[in-house]
């Protein structure tokens, strides 16, 4: 089985745009979630999506949002970008997202200017 | 109460000696606490995950080690090899997919 997948893999942005990411999970995995990862402050969870409805929210401000779609594909969106939004954000993927197995994907990298 | 704090932030060990990793956490909710392996440029990889139901779980050179009354769980990678240099983290959560994460230990093993 092919892993997660995510792209694009590197994004430079300048601060007001805004972005939108792609995740691709595991063939059969319903359960995607998304994390932000950053030298300061570590790997934070930012949502859950199952079955295209938001089952999780981390504690991110509402400019990050994101979506599933009815083939598990998700995409995360984050709007009026800050230069402190620079960061890996990494998908994970589940069978059932009921606290089993995630398996992550390489991450996007999205710098900031 | 959703944090897991997670030592020591670094650790050298010679090849061969035995690396250990310490978490602890307070939320008596958690009841799933994996371990996480990153290699720079890579995502995050399941290395060992436990319940709260067992004390140790071992695979291979990897064991987890888990005390439910000092809410406190500890990952020892025997044999250690320069291979195994890499970010790992531990990580806790309620039956969901939402991982809560320690900090992350940067292991570094010389030959």
């Known amino acids: 089985k092919a892993g997660v997948t995510q792209t694009p893999r590197y994004l430079i942005k300048t601060r007001g745009q805004q972005v939108t990411l792609s995740c691709s999970p595991i063939s059969g995995h319903r359960s995607v979630s998304w994390y932000q990862q950053t030298p300061g402050q570590g790997l934070q969870f930012l949502f859950e999506y199952f079955s295209e409805t938001q089952r999780n929210k981390g504690n991110f401000p509402g400019r990050f949002s994101g979506r599933q779609f009815s083939n598990s594909r998700s995409e995360m969106n984050v709007s009026t970008l800050e230069l402190g939004d620079s960061a890996l954000y990494l998908c994970a993927s589940s069978l059932w997202g009921r606290g089993e197995t995630q398996y992550f994907g390489p991450g996007t990298r999205l710098l900031v200017l | ?111």
Request: charged share 20%; hydrophobic share 35%.
């Open chain 2, 1 to 111: 109460q959703q944090q897991v704090k997670q030592s020591p932030q670094s650790l050298i060990v010679q090849k061969g000696g035995i690396s250990i990793i310490n978490c602890a956490y307070e939320n008596t909710a958690f009841d799933y606490f994996p371990w996480y392996q990153q290699f720079p440029g890579k995502g995050p990889a399941l290395l060992i995950a436990i319940r709260p139901d067992v004390s140790e779980k071992k695979e291979g050179r990897f064991t987890i080690s888990f005390n439910k009354s000092a809410k406190q769980f500890s990952l020892h990678i025997m044999d250690s090899q320069p291979g195994d240099s890499a970010t790992y983290f531990c990580a806790a959560s309620e039956s969901t997919d939402k991982l809560i994460f320690g900090t992350g230990t940067r292991l570094q093993v010389f030959p």
